[in-house]
């Protein structure tokens, strides 16, 4: 009300102070619009936490080529064909005796993992005259091997959708 009163006394003309009044009517929205920029980000868009499946990878026994992490959703190509059938391939660099894989954005489901520790970056699991592997291997749920690789029922667990820890040991 005293802002009003003190426009009307330095304005002359009606249209002069109206449009003042409107100027500042503007200036308070620009102002109120970038606050609100700016304190969005921190409350708008504030990381989640995103439910996931962390796989601790154990047993490594030296730090060549890169250890894969396969992903299945289905029977279908598990565990040799890897590179065609899994949903998420994560590839990391050997560094010591340790690897950690995380696996973001997956729905509730039944999975199975297939781990590849490719010392010579060829992209497959080799092995010798037999078929016996010699680079490092290992699946979920305690999956062997036994006279063959295990079956996806073998190695399939159940994933709710919330945040789920594992870990698999390489087999040499």
Same mark, same amino acid.
């Given at each position: 009300?005293?802002?009003?009163?003190?426009?009307?006394?330095?304005?002359?003309?009606?249209?002069?102070?109206?449009?003042?009044?409107?100027?500042?009517?503007?200036?308070?929205?620009? $102002?109120?619009?970038?606050?609100?920029?700016?304190?969005?980000?921190?409350?708008?868009?504030?990381?989640?936490?995103?439910?996931?499946?962390?796989?601790?990878?154990?047993?490594?026994?030296?730090?060549?080529?890169?250890?894969?992490?396969?992903?299945?959703?289905?029977?279908?190509?598990?565990?040799?064909?890897?590179?065609?059938?899994?949903?998420?391939?994560?590839?990391?660099?050997?560094?010591?005796?340790?690897?950690?894989?995380?696996?973001?954005?997956?729905?509730?489901?039944?999975?199975?993992?297939?781990?590849?520790?490719?010392?010579?970056?060829?992209?497959?699991?080799?092995?010798?005259? $037999? +078929?016996?592997?010699?680079? +490092?291997?290992?699946?979920?749920?305690?999956?062997?091997?036994?006279?063959?690789?295990?079956? $996806?029922?073998?190695?399939?667990?159940?994933?709710?959708?919330?945040?789920?820890?594992?870990?698999?040991?390489?087999?040499?």
């Amino acid at each position: 009300m005293l802002n009003n009163i003190f426009y009307r006394l330095f304005f002359r003309n009606a249209e002069q102070f109206q449009m003042i009044s409107f100027s500042r009517k503007f200036s308070r929205l620009i $102002f109120w619009l970038a606050i609100s920029l700016v304190l969005l980000p921190s409350r708008g868009f504030a990381q989640m936490d995103y439910p996931f499946i962390n796989v601790k990878i154990q047993n490594i026994i030296n730090n060549n080529g890169v250890i894969a992490c396969a992903l299945f959703e289905s029977e279908k190509g598990f565990p040799s064909k890897s590179l065609k059938f899994a949903s998420t391939i994560i590839l990391t660099q050997v560094v010591g005796k340790h690897a950690s894989f995380k696996f973001s954005d997956i729905k509730p489901g039944k999975y199975a993992i297939v781990v590849i520790h490719d010392e010579n970056r060829d992209g497959k699991l080799d092995s010798n005259l $037999f +078929g016996i592997p010699t680079e +490092g291997y290992g699946f979920s749920s305690g999956a062997e091997v036994t006279m063959s690789a295990p079956s $996806f029922s073998d190695a399939v667990f159940s994933y709710d959708g919330g945040h789920l820890q594992m870990s698999i040991s390489l087999n040499y």
